[in-house]
């Protein structure tokens, strides 16, 4: 090796163990941080997801659901009539417990009872006449990317202090606002609003180790939060629905209610036979 690739090679040396220890962790802060936010988004994407697809199953099959509750009460009922049988008359007082008193019914209905009854399309929901569906409000491709876009843009977490997160906090509240709504307009006017105010400051540079490991740690802490609620949509009876079918949730919607359908008619037919002998 000549005298020259020596003191290159020597040089190189010495710039690779000048690095600071400190800039190596600030580096794996940066990583964690974006980690972190794309973590939340996907939380929170799957938030909006199981939130409408409850919204919409509550809605579309409720009205079934409460039919064969009152079924079940009814057809307890004609049981024990006939038989006088204790245990007979002690199931028919339990079916008719479990029938939600009015109140409830009209929350379950929403807008589909009003002071003439039932509307048309709750009717039709119990007959085999077409419905209406539900407005859908799942959020349309670009919508979530708007809302992507704008969270990695303007997150709390990339606030250089307090005054900054604060704003920060308020934007993003409403930017998840609008997503749950699914109003890609609103979302183009959030990016435009936070495209003309103030230019993000970079993120203060930490330099002190202790700091550094501070922040990783708050974002560990950060990290395991998300995940419990992550594993509480994940394990809901709504998110386990829209995994059976994330690709076309609405399908499996009308896959239950032509199974309710099945149920009630079958009810119906067993309580006419009750009814009749």
């Keep these: 090796m000549s005298e020259q690739q020596t003191d290159e090679t020597a040089a190189g040396d010495t710039g690779t163990s000048e690095e600071r220890p400190e800039a190596r962790l600030e580096r794996a802060v940066r990583a964690a941080e974006q980690a972190l936010i794309e973590f939340e988004i996907a939380v929170e994407t799957f938030r ?9 199953h509550h809605q579309k099959l409720g009205p079934m659901y409460a039919r064969l509750d009152e079924l079940d009460a009814l057809i307890a009922e004609a049981k024990a009539a006939r038989t006088g049988d204790a245990e007979d008359l002690r199931l ?3 079916a008719r417990s479990l029938v939600m ?3 409830g019914v009209d929350e379950l209905f929403h807008d589909w009872m ?3 009854g039932i509307s048309d399309d709750a009717g039709a929901m119990l007959t085999d006449r077409p419905v209406q569906p539900p407005q859908r409000v799942r959020p349309t491709d670009e919508v979530r990317r708007l809302y992507r876009e704008l969270v990695r843009l303007a997150h709390p977490d990339l606030a250089p202090d307090e005054a900054e997160r604060a704003r920060r906090d308020g934007f993003i509240a409403r930017v998840n606002a609008a997503y749950g709504r699914g109003d ?14 103030p230019v993000p400051e970079e993120v203060r540079r930490l330099t002190e180790s202790e700091e550094l490991y501070a922040r990783l740690e708050w974002l560990a802490r950060r990290k395991e939060l ?6 509480e949509l994940e394990d809901s009876a709504i998110g386990a629905m829209l995994r059976m079918a994330p690709d076309d949730p609405d399908r499996l919607l009308e896959e239950i209610a032509e199974q309710l359908l099945a149920q009630v008619s079958e009810k119906e037919a067993r309580l006419a036979a009750l009814s009749a002998g």
């Design 92 to 94: 028919a007082r339990e």
């Design 114 to 116: 009003g002071a003439d």
């Design 48 to 56: 909006v997801e199981v939130d409408n697809f409850s919204r919409l």
């Design 184 to 197: 890609e307009q609103v979302l183009r006017a959030l990016a435009e609003e936070w495209a003309a105010g």
């Design 101 to 103: 008193p009015m109140p």
């Design 226 to 231: 998300l995940s419990v609620v992550a594993r």
